[in-house]
């Protein structure tokens, strides 16, 4: 009997559960941290530039963190990683609570509960891949919504908290609830440990156990046996029987243990030939990935677009809190930005799927409608326009969810994974850079006038660099 199919489990829906519950804590915790980001300036009395870089690098290290999750993923287990990570998470934020200037915060908050929110997070996306295969599409976008709520929901909590219990109080209250990412991290069990697989495997395993028996010399008892006694050939054939059988087991012992070693030692040999192989298909692989214009293309573009795209998160609420709006206020705008971000996710997803839309060509309308809205965002200067341009910016940052789609439809299934993880690692970069940037432009020219014109520009060069991908696409094709 087969193992049964992990899409037909209902347990697959818990899993989806966890994996949801994993990204809306720990994205949800950093993507709101612009409110803390108000009462730090405040606290420290340092400039914006770097005082964002604690965002930036916890942001920016929970993408990077990516092959640190895969090698102890590889070692450990999916399960185990994710409880790791998000004890690592609270961990970090626990420090950071007793944290004494801005310099503590980027090793605690920004590498430490970043890096750790950022391998529990791959954790969960992985486990995923187990459980689902013909509704993997539908349940990636289901578990990446948590991204969105989980900013739509934790912005305004914390913000209750910082005036409720300062800064450090919310600080030490978050560690203590990103814990429960372990709790989810302990729900993800892989399917062949469901109690269905184990059932039927038993079962399995015990009729060949069985049908093994049958194979082996059998020790007759006479006395127990319905066999007549008074058979002398039978009772010589029986008596001489535990010798002979003695001798074989021995004799079988010895050749599967001469067996054994032999295949041990083939598969050191292939296993080092079988890795350095690897090695130097991935080497090849990644040559031509970087000598490829369309990835080169798709990279600058999706660079240019991160290095934006967290910046509102850290700064709109210091820019809202100079045009004299509430902090509770300030919350809410960020916090519309990641709900309007979980509808635009769905929303580009959908009229891809159902109305078979290119997915390139949306994106990159998106992208251009993007840049304009962030260089129009400066004349926004009260509660209900820069609202509107929050729920604007979040719902066109939704639009992303197709970069997983394309970098497939344009450079081929064999190149995906290759090229997602670039595109990741150079995402993380831009985090990096962004936020900072655009502090110090700030502190420069003492308004955030300049710096979301500087922002909105970089965004619209973003959506304009892929229009050159037909003209890429021929060049290519030569």
Same mark, same amino acid.
């Given at each position: ?25 720990? @994205? ?29 690098? *916890? ?17 450990? !287990? ?12 609270? +961990? &970090? ?9 801005? /310099?503590?915060?980027? $090793? ?5 509960? &970043?890096?750790?929110? !950022?391998? *529990?997070?791959?954790?969960? %996306? ?26 739509? $929901? ?7 908290? +910082?005036?409720? /219990? ?9 560690? !203590? ?5 372990? %709790? ?100 090849? =692989? ?8 369309? @990835? ?12 934006? =795209?967290? %910046? ?41 799927? @159902? ?10 309308? $998106? ?26 910016? !979040?719902?066109?940052? &939704?639009?992303? $969810? ?10 081929? =299934? ?10 990741? *690692? &150079?995402?993380?970069?831009? %985090? /990096? ?14 308004? /955030? ?30």
């Amino acid at each position: 009997m087969k193992s049964p199919d992990p899409e037909t489990l209902g347990f697959r829906w818990i899993v989806l559960g966890a994996s949801f519950l994993v990204r809306f804590l720990m @994205f949800g915790t950093l993507f709101s941290v612009g409110v803390l980001y108000v009462e730090w300036l405040d606290e420290f009395q340092t400039s914006k530039g770097d005082t964002a870089w604690i965002g930036s690098l *916890a942001t920016g290290s929970s993408l990077l963190a990516g092959p640190v999750g895969s090698a102890l993923i590889s070692r450990i !287990g999916t399960r185990k990683t994710a409880i790791i990570g998000g004890f690592v998470m609270s +961990l &970090g934020l626990f420090i950071s609570s007793f944290a004494t200037n801005i /310099y503590v915060l980027f $090793a605690t908050y920004g590498i430490i509960a &970043g890096c750790g929110g !950022g391998i *529990a997070n791959l954790a969960a %996306v992985v486990r995923l891949t187990d459980y689902f295969k013909r509704q993997r599409a539908f349940a990636m976008g289901v578990g990446s919504s948590g991204v969105g709520l989980g900013a739509f $929901a934790f912005t305004i909590f914390q913000q209750y908290l +910082l005036d409720a /219990y300062g800064w450090r109080g919310c600080i030490l209250i978050m560690s !203590g609830v990103t814990l429960n990412i372990c %709790v989810a991290g302990f729900i993800m069990i892989h399917p062949r440990h469901h109690p269905e697989f184990i059932r039927i495997q038993s079962t399995d395993e015990n009729r060949n156990h069985s049908s093994e028996d049958l194979s082996y010399p059998v020790k007759i008892d006479l006395h127990e046996s319905n066999i007549p006694q008074n058979n002398e050939n039978a009772n010589s054939e029986c008596s001489k029987r535990p010798e002979n059988e003695f001798l074989i087991r021995r004799e079988s012992s010895k050749a599967a243990q001469r067996k054994s070693i032999s295949k041990d030692a083939n598969r050191r040999k292939s296993s080092f030939f079988q890795k350095v192989m690897f090695r130097m298909k991935f080497t090849d =692989q990644t040559i031509a990935l970087w000598r490829d214009p369309v @990835f080169l293309l798709l990279f600058t573009s999706d660079f240019l677009s991160w290095i934006v =795209q967290f %910046v509102p998160y850290v700064h709109l609420p210091e820019r809202a809190r100079l045009l004299g709006i509430s902090p509770i206020r300030s919350a809410i705008i960020v916090s519309s930005m990641g709900f309007a971000g979980a509808v635009g996710k769905l929303f580009f997803g959908g009229i891809c799927t @159902f109305f078979q839309l290119n997915p390139l060509r949306t994106f990159t309308v $998106a992208q251009i409608l993007f840049g304009i809205s962030t260089l129009m965002s400066p004349l926004c200067r009260t509660f209900e326009w820069l609202l509107l341009y929050g729920i604007t910016f !979040g719902f066109l940052s &939704g639009s992303y $969810a197709l970069m997983m789609v394309i970098p497939a439809d344009l450079l081929g =299934q064999e190149k995906f994974s290759a090229a997602y993880g670039f595109l990741l *690692a &150079g995402e993380g970069i831009g %985090v /990096y850079l962004g936020p900072p940037i655009a502090g110090w432009i700030t502190d420069s020219s003492s308004s /955030y006038e300049a710096s979301f014109y500087c922002a909105g520009a970089v965004l619209l060069a973003s959506g304009l660099v892929l229009m050159l991908n037909p003209c890429v696409q021929k060049w290519k094709s030569r």
